[in-house]
């Protein structure tokens, strides 16, 4: 079973950036795509960002166009972490950010295509 779990989150004020981070353990070698998803309060959970995984030459990544250009996602193979620099934040920014993890070939920007999931990191934008 992967197991996923997120760090980096907290209070940043408008403008500010912070750097999530997500480790992976356990068979990752059989996730083809990870991704990020956020969800704010009273809201539906919507796609943020996603990485190909275990590919050698070259990384596709798709972005929400909400978020483009601010936030950049990236991955460190040999530490099996995946990585989410976001910046100059707003407070709409503000949610719960959960990394997720899929072993299929799919649909990145929806939830569904993602069998493994992390508990998620607060990230609040302070105005």
């Known amino acids: 079973q992967v197991q996923l779990v997120e760090s980096g989150g907290g209070l940043v004020q408008a403008g500010g950036s912070v750097r999530l981070s997500c480790a992976a353990s356990g068979p990752i070698f059989s996730i083809s795509a990870m991704g990020w998803f956020r969800q704010a309060t009273g809201k539906e959970r919507e796609f943020v960002t996603s990485i190909s995984w275990n590919t050698s030459r070259v990384d596709y990544l798709y972005y929400a166009d909400s978020v483009k250009v601010r936030f950049t996602i990236s991955r460190d193979n040999a530490k099996h972490t995946m990585y989410l620099q976001k910046n100059n934040l707003k407070p709409e920014n503000t949610a719960v950010y959960c990394c997720?993890?899929?072993?299929?070939?799919?649909?990145?920007?929806?939830?569904?295509?993602?069998?493994?999931w992390g508990r998620g990191t607060q990230v609040t934008v302070s105005s």
């Open positions: 997720a993890a899929s072993r299929r070939i799919g649909d990145n920007y929806s939830a569904a295509h993602y069998e493994h």
